[in-house]
């Protein structure tokens, strides 16, 4: 009974801490349109405009935050600066980021749908899959170790950074033992599950410890998502820079909490020049 | 003070400190940092805490509730701009962003890593602002606000361009020059700015541009281009100021009617909007299209762009034609039509002399000079001869501003391949929307910030230097009133050899005028090869 009361605690505060916080975000208004352009802008017709690195229609903006989040577009991008004498810098493509997220995102992923297989019945998607718990520790081993054996990166690492990767790992592994070596009573799992799932819990019994490290972890993980840098995940789909389109001269972005400038008035402008506007022969709106 | 030599400010050391970050607090050495804000020109636009001090003074002279001031300036921004919010919340600090600032790489300082320049800043908002950094404190990589925080602030905050180039990489769209801005604004709340910003938005504010040019003397210097325009084409243009009824009004950075080389390209505007006999007036209470504001407050930003639509407005013209600049149409672009609009008594731009309908401004009413030019070269209405500009091997640099707050990237290119016949483009990681900045842009090109602007500028000057060693590149083509200030003696200090001009100094160059006579040099008084 613990053991669902804690599964079901880290998913409450996992779901009020989600909706808070993108109540949060979203209850912030966009003052500005603020869309970072990178790609040329829509203007005359013989130059050709990049619809998706600077869109100018909401769909088009739509699209380049879809590939932002699924693809990572802007990593792809990614290059490191090397200084050479001359002085001349030269950037290298550096696309290993890229690849170790999008391997370590998109395995977790799948074993995350995989999981559903406890829940529902048939069991429909995302089989188990050696390569896939492969990819998963590879790509976690990978985003740890860049953090320690770079400096520059370890530098900036935070020790908080080290948290969800710690949580990850022991989610991770203890889940991946159970399904290749220590093998689990998978059906008093799915009981448990769908005990939760139903909110009818029962105790999981035959069980080892293992299960309870995994869902221990994974609980705390779950938690953790809205109130750390986890939260990400709903914050992609949120950034100003590239969920706007770029038409601010073509359509007005209205802000509502700006108050009128006060302005210096062309009025009093006059009012200090006006003799010498005079002699200057400039027209005046007052003699 | 002796500045530093060249090969001294290229031994540069990325190894980052031993101990942990944050480490100590900013050094305030001589020509790394920009003069404080003098008290006449905080007390002249009535902003907070005017005073005599200087960044390396130990006491800054701030008010008694200081720290509230400020937390509470945080409060409020957490509460109006969604941008600051999500950007102290997501950083997963995955450092992508780390060596795309060209102060990084100039210095190899690692608080000019974008990540950690934000961290100034968000290690104080987790300190207020979250659970996790309430509770946790340092565990949670959160730190209170002291003095000597404050003062890191100070430096690294105006360490920063605001030039966008390390959002182009943050896979969250995370744009440190959004976090610069508020961070100013906090400073500004307590009267920590630099006298580099504020004695520019001082003029401004009253003159009607940055430089404190009068009325009398704005027109002075128009006639005194006519003249030179008469002298060296014998073709007599016009240029009017505050006329009522024109049907475009014109508005360009104020360094073009003073600063040199803007200049020359203050000569080619006019050459062009002659040929090409567009009814437009200048405006001398409107004669600023830069606008310091926005590196103090978006409160300031909006004052200052308002005279425009007031004084296009009062003037009765059609729509606004804007000049080069770079931060100007970050302005004119992303903020003026939200801002001070709607203008709903100007009309949708139309070009008087091809019919173009510029539908991508047609709410803001402002067109940039550089698509309306274009235009008229895609429409073959003026008579360009490249073979004018044949001493010049051009590259071209784009402005941050243009590139990543609007796109402005073919438009130039189509002008420059059209006046010139050697052209040549730095390598594609320094240009477009990854274009590195001058190093003096948002108010830091001050004299006395002659280091941090030449370290800077260093990875600029490298990739001009390549494309000299390359193509013999002999002038860099830009369309920012900043980079015309800076440039020409960053690529001197780094490069040699290296010209800088406007595109419309060149297009000026190129343009035969109808009924010209034969031109005896170039718009600088040179003569053609
Ligand atoms: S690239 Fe973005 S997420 Fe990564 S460290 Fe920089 S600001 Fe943070
Ligand atoms: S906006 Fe530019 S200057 Fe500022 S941190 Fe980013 S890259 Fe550096």
Redesign the interface.
């Known amino acids: 009974m613990v053991t669902a009361a804690i599964a079901y605690l880290a998913f409450a505060i996992f779901v009020a801490g989600t909706v808070w916080?993108v109540v949060?975000?979203a209850r912030?208004?966009?003052?500005?349109?603020?869309?970072?352009?990178?790609?040329?802008?829509?203007?005359?017709?013989?130059?050709?405009?990049?619809w998706l690195?600077?869109p100018?229609t909401p769909a088009g903006a739509a699209c380049r935050t879809a590939l932002?989040a699924l693809l990572?577009r802007?990593?792809f991008?990614?290059?490191?600066?090397q200084?050479l004498?001359?002085?001349?810098?030269i950037?290298r493509p550096a696309l290993s980021?890229w690849a170790g997220?999008l391997l370590f995102h998109v395995c977790l992923f799948w074993v995350w749908i995989g999981h559903l297989r406890f829940f529902v019945d048939p069991a429909l998607l995302g089989p188990a899959n050696r390569f896939v718990d492969a990819g998963l520790l590879a790509g976690l081993a990978f985003l740890f170790l860049r953090r320690v054996l770079?400096?520059?990166?370890?530098?900036?690492?935070?020790?908080?950074?080290y948290l969800p990767l710690a949580l990850l790992a022991t989610v991770a592994s203890s889940g991946i033992l159970m399904r290749w070596w220590f093998h689990t009573d998978a059906a008093a799992v799915k009981r448990f599950a769908l005990g939760l799932a139903t909110f009818h819990p029962i105790a999981p019994v035959g069980v080892g410890l293992l299960f309870y490290v995994h869902l221990f972890a994974a609980s705390a993980l779950v938690a953790t998502i809205p109130?750390?840098?986890l939260?990400?995940i709903a914050?992609?789909f949120?950034?100003?820079?590239?969920n706007l389109p770029?038409?601010?001269?073509?359509?007005?972005?209205?802000?509502p909490?700006?108050a009128p400038?006060?302005?210096?008035?062309?009025a009093e402008?006059?009012d200090?020049?006006r003799d010498?506007?005079r002699?200057?022969?400039?027209?005046l709106e007052r003699q | 003070m002796a500045e530093p030599k060249?090969d001294e400010l290229?031994q540069?050391d990325?190894?980052?400190?031993h101990a942990?970050?944050p480490g100590p607090g900013a050094q305030f050495r001589k020509g790394t940092y920009s003069h404080a804000g003098a008290a006449k020109n905080l007390k002249y636009l009535g902003l907070p805490n005017p005073r005599d001090w200087q960044p390396p003074d130990a006491d800054w002279k701030l008010p008694e509730n200081w720290r509230e001031i400020v937390i509470q300036g945080m409060r409020e921004r957490?509460?109006?701009?969604?941008?600051f919010?999500?950007f102290m919340?997501?950083?997963?600090?995955?450092?992508?962003c780390?060596?795309?600032c060209h102060f990084y790489?100039g210095t190899g300082d690692?608080r000019n890593?974008p990540?950690?320049r934000a961290?100034l800043l968000r290690s104080v908002y987790r300190r207020y602002f979250?659970?996790?950094g309430r509770a946790l404190g340092?565990?949670?990589?959160a730190r209170d606000l002291t003095v000597d925080v404050l003062k890191e602030w100070f430096y690294y905050f105006y360490q920063c361009t605001e030039c966008?180039r390390c959002?182009?990489?943050?896979?969250?769209?995370?744009?440190t020059a959004?976090v610069t801005m508020v961070a100013r604004e906090l400073l500004n709340l307590v009267g920590c700015n630099i006298n580099w910003i504020v004695e520019p938005v001082a003029n401004c504010?009253?003159?009607?541009n940055h430089l404190g040019i009068?009325?009398?003397g704005f027109?002075?210097t128009l006639d005194f281009a006519v003249d030179e325009i008469a002298e060296l084409t014998g073709i007599r243009v016009e240029a009017s100021?505050?006329?009522?009824g024109a049907e475009i009004l014109f508005v360009a950075p104020s360094a073009d009617f003073y600063g040199t080389p803007h200049y020359y390209t203050l000569l080619g505007y006019l050459m062009v909007l002659h040929e090409a006999r567009v009814d437009y007036t200048f405006s001398?209470?409107a004669s600023e299209g830069g606008n310091f504001g926005m590196f103090v407050s978006?409160?300031l930003m909006?004052?200052l762009?308002?005279?425009i639509y007031?004084?296009a407005r009062?003037l009765g013209v059609k729509w606004v034609l804007g000049g080069e600049c770079g931060h100007m149409w970050r302005v004119?672009?992303?903020?003026m039509?939200?801002?001070?609009?709607?203008p709903d008594f100007l009309e949708p731009p139309v070009s008087p002399v091809t019919g173009?309908v510029?539908?991508?401004?047609?709410?803001?009413c402002?067109v940039h000079i550089c698509?309306f030019t274009?235009?008229l070269v895609?429409h073959g209405k003026l008579r360009l001869e490249p073979a004018r500009n044949d001493r010049f091997a051009v590259t071209f640099h784009d402005s941050c501003n243009t590139?990543?707050?609007?796109?402005?990237?073919?438009?130039p290119r189509?002008l420059l391949r059209a006046a010139c016949n050697r052209f040549f483009e730095m390598?594609e990681?320094?240009i477009?929307?990854?274009t590195l900045c001058c190093g003096s842009g948002a108010g830091l090109g001050g004299d006395e910030n002659f280091e941090t602007r030449m370290r800077g500028g260093?990875?600029r000057?490298?990739?001009v230097?390549?494309v000299k060693e390359a193509h013999g590149v002999n002038l860099l083509a830009c369309i920012c009133a900043i980079d015309k200030a800076s440039l020409p003696k960053l690529l001197d200090y780094?490069v040699g050899g290296v010209e800088v001009a406007g595109v419309h100094e060149l297009v000026g160059n190129a343009l035969v005028i109808e009924g010209e006579k034969p031109r005896a040099t170039d718009l600088r008084g040179e003569a053609y090869v």
């Open positions: 916080r949060a975000w912030v208004p966009v003052p500005f349109p603020i869309a970072l352009t990178c790609g040329q802008q829509k203007s005359l017709d013989g130059i050709r405009a990049a690195e600077n100018w932002e990572f802007s990593l991008r990614n290059s490191r600066a200084f004498p001359g002085p001349r810098f950037y980021l997220a770079d400096p520059r990166l370890r530098y900036l690492t935070l020790l908080s950074d109130f750390t840098k939260a990400h914050g992609v949120f950034s100003p820079t590239r770029n038409r601010s001269r073509a359509r007005r972005h209205v802000n909490w700006l400038a006060q302005v210096h008035t062309y402008w006059e200090e020049f010498r506007m002699v200057a022969g400039l027209p | 060249p290229v540069i990325y190894a980052p400190p942990p970050w957490l509460e109006k701009y969604r941008s919010r999500l919340d997501i950083c997963v600090r995955c450092g992508a780390a060596d795309k790489l690692p890593m990540v950690l961290e979250t659970p996790a340092r565990l949670a990589g966008r959002s182009v990489y943050c896979p969250f769209g995370i744009d959004e504010q009253r003159t009607g009068q009325p009398h027109k002075d100021v505050n006329r009522k001398a209470y978006h409160e909006q004052r762009n308002a005279k007031a004084e009062r004119l672009h992303q903020y039509n939200t801002l001070n609009g709607p173009t510029f539908s991508n401004a047609r709410s803001a402002a698509e274009a235009d895609a590139a990543r707050g609007m796109g402005l990237l073919e438009e189509l390598p990681n320094t477009r929307e990854r260093l990875p000057a490298a990739a230097r390549q780094w």
